[in-house]
């Protein structure tokens, strides 16, 4: 394996970096919309016609009947009334005809059949003229033969299937699909079929970039995963451009010993870009090979997801003769600091919530490899080159993955982390569609100082008061001062230490701490809180415990970090500990309540996760899982 170093060709503004692949693909020819091929109407939904489509024959292409009844020269009924009905004799003077038949040569109206009343079996009377052309679809009334019926460039819709093959039509000319060549690269990636082993990662960037070639009229081809090895991926990349318009390299593309994407475009084709000055997604790779363009993807999930929105979409988009999709966007509140790289233009994943009168808008993780960041972002703010960041606080313009309904219909939760309020989500979501719930694990202190700034419709608190023994009435008091809100109890759950399976190290209680490594919750976190008062009772100070200070914002953190051997223990609720197959020392339970304030009882949203709390079906799902007691869900604590 070759270990020669990748370094970075440049590192340019989003801006030229386009610009560059644009010039290559129009030396080339290949800037222009893709060519046409005809698909039959049933093939053809959402795809975009190549040329326009004109009329063949007429529709309806005779005069029809557009009643049943009796077709009539419209001069045959004049005079009649309710007291002198005229009668027309059958079929001579009224011909029998159904709906969508041809009117019959000679007659220029239709009388409804419950307009007539028989006499005998020859004759009909009415009681009311018609005029000409009365109850009669003309020919060409929809479609005139030559007229044009859809334009080029259109996606087409269900009844647009309908109007092209109304006027004779049963093939359509649309745009090809853009052929592109998925290659995951990596002596590491297995794929999502198989159970990982340590240094192993699941493949699953080419599941994200497909499903985004899909959205943007393209067809994709997964190649077989590829080793780090220089001319095996040489060779693919040479293979794929043999009949694909796109060919797109997963991961290899940073500046380590094995990231071989940037010297493979250079040797078999022309390097146009290494480096885009974006975050995430630095270490872009555009270059042209036998005509055809590479991009090479960052192999970080956000930073591929990016680069998907930002490079790959928009050349699909103008391979099928569409604009980008304007999405929509909206104005809100930084609710929290925001710093930037100053020479990039910085992207980042927000959660947007709508709170009262604010729009707020809340920056998620930013760890390049954090996949959930995508599953829970509303929007995508944009911190554009040389600006340093954002305060809070700052008025800001979000582009939109979600309509502005969904905002308004979502329960912003903040405060103390806890499993079940996904699953009350997840009911909320079942049970009255429309409506969802996000939570940001701020800690309970940290939730009711959200309330107090009007940053939340709840907020999950377990703060306990040592000289009370009392939960959450005293800090709200103190916190939220006169702001007048509900507190209900959620549930009591149970408290204890998690520890390795089979418990190796014989942790019985709070007064092993001091011999074993901790991780701890964050400052203000009720968990946390509890621990000090078990700490300060026995005599225990912070220093004597190693990990005191590391502090993770959920217990399924703290869960994992004793999973993964990083530390033997941490304090946390019991389903945690179950979860990650892991020993527990139970140490007692606790009352997690939510808090509301009372402006907000009535939204419709608040109300339907106030009557969650008193559903036989979500009590019962509660009340399964390990650890947790529904006694007094739904009561509330008097202040």
Not at 316 to 335: D, F, K, N, S, V
Request: proline share 7%.
């Amino acid at each position: 394996m070759d270990s020669e170093r990748t370094i970075y060709l440049e590192d340019i503004p989003m801006g030229e970096a386009l610009a560059r692949l644009r010039a290559a693909l129009e030396a080339v020819g290949k800037w222009a919309p893709l060519p046409a091929e005809l698909v039959s109407l049933d093939e053809a939904l959402g795809r975009v016609t190549a040329e326009p489509v004109w009329a063949r024959i007429s529709a309806p292409h005779y005069h029809a009947a557009a009643m049943d009844g009796y077709a009539v020269r419209a001069a045959d009924t004049r005079g009649a009334t309710e007291t002198r009905p005229v009668r027309l004799h059958v079929p001579e003077q009224a011909q029998p005809v159904n709906t969508g038949a041809p009117l019959p040569e000679g007659t220029n109206a239709v009388i409804m059949v419950e307009d007539t009343q028989a006499v005998g079996d020859d004759a009909i009377e009415i009681r009311a003229p018609v005029v000409p052309w009365q109850h009669v679809r003309m020919m060409g009334e929809d479609i005139v033969a030559t007229e044009l019926v859809l334009p080029a460039n259109h996606v087409l819709r269900p009844y647009d299937l309908g109007a092209i093959a109304g006027c004779g039509h049963v093939q359509v000319s649309v745009r090809r699909l853009a052929r592109v060549a998925i290659l995951p690269t990596g002596s590491e990636l297995v794929p999502p079929t198989t159970s990982p082993r340590p240094g192993e990662v699941i493949e699953y960037n080419s599941v994200v970039l497909g499903a985004q070639v899909r959205q943007a009229w393209g067809t994709f081809t997964r190649w077989p995963m590829l080793p780090d090895d220089l001319e095996a991926l040489k060779a693919a990349i040479v293979e794929a451009t043999a009949d694909h318009d796109l060919v797109l390299v997963l991961a290899g593309s940073s500046a380590g010993t094995r990231d071989f994407t940037a010297r493979a475009v250079r040797e078999t084709g022309a390097l146009l870009v290494h480096g885009v000055a974006v975050r995430p997604g630095h270490p872009v790779i555009m270059g042209m090979v036998n005509d055809t363009p590479v991009i090479g993807v960052p192999g970080y999930p956000v930073s591929a997801a990016l680069t998907g929105e930002l490079f790959i979409r928009p050349l699909l988009y103008r391979w099928a003769g569409q604009p980008a999709p304007r999405q929509e966007r909206i104005r809100g509140t930084l609710t929290r600091k925001l710093t930037s790289p100053t020479g990039d233009d910085d992207f980042v994943r927000v959660a947007v919530g709508q709170v009262g009168e604010r729009t707020l808008v809340t920056p998620l993780s930013r760890g390049a490899g954090v996949i959930t960041s995508l599953v829970r972002a509303d929007g995508l703010l944009h911190v554009p080159r040389f600006s340093e960041g954002l305060d809070a606080g700052s008025d800001v313009e979000v582009l939109l993955y979600r309509s502005r309904e969904e905002i308004e219909q979502t329960v912003v939760a903040v405060g103390s982390h806890d499993p079940m309020l996904d699953l009350l989500g997840q009911f909320l979501a079942v049970r009255f569609p429309g409506y969802r719930l996000v939570s940001a694990n701020v800690g309970s202190l940290g939730g009711l100082v959200a309330q107090r700034r009007g940053e939340a419709h709840l907020s999950g608190t377990h703060l306990l008061d040592p000289e009370t023994g009392e939960y959450n009435v005293s800090y709200i008091r103190r916190t939220l001062g006169n702001l007048p809100v509900q507190v209900v109890t959620f549930v009591h759950r149970e408290q204890g230490l998690i520890v390795a399976p089979g418990n190796p190290l014989g942790i019985r209680s709070f007064d092993d701490l001091p011999r074993v490594r901790y991780v701890n919750r964050q400052r203000g976190a009720g968990t946390r809180v509890l621990l000090d008062y078990e700490l300060q009772r026995r005599g225990i100070s912070p220093e004597q415990i190693e990990g005191y200070d590391r502090e993770e914002f959920t217990h399924l953190a703290v869960a994992a970090a004793v999973a993964s051997g990083s530390a033997d223990c941490g304090l946390g609720i019991r389903n945690a500990a179950m979860a990650l197959e892991l020993d527990f020392v139970p140490v007692g339970y606790e009352r997690y309540d939510l808090v509301i304030p009372r402006a907000f009882l009535d939204l419709p949203m608040i109300q339907h996760v106030l009557s969650l709390l008193h559903d036989d079906e979500f009590r019962a799902a509660v009340a399964a899982q390990p650890g947790y007691e529904i006694t007094e869900m739904g009561r509330t604590v008097s202040l």
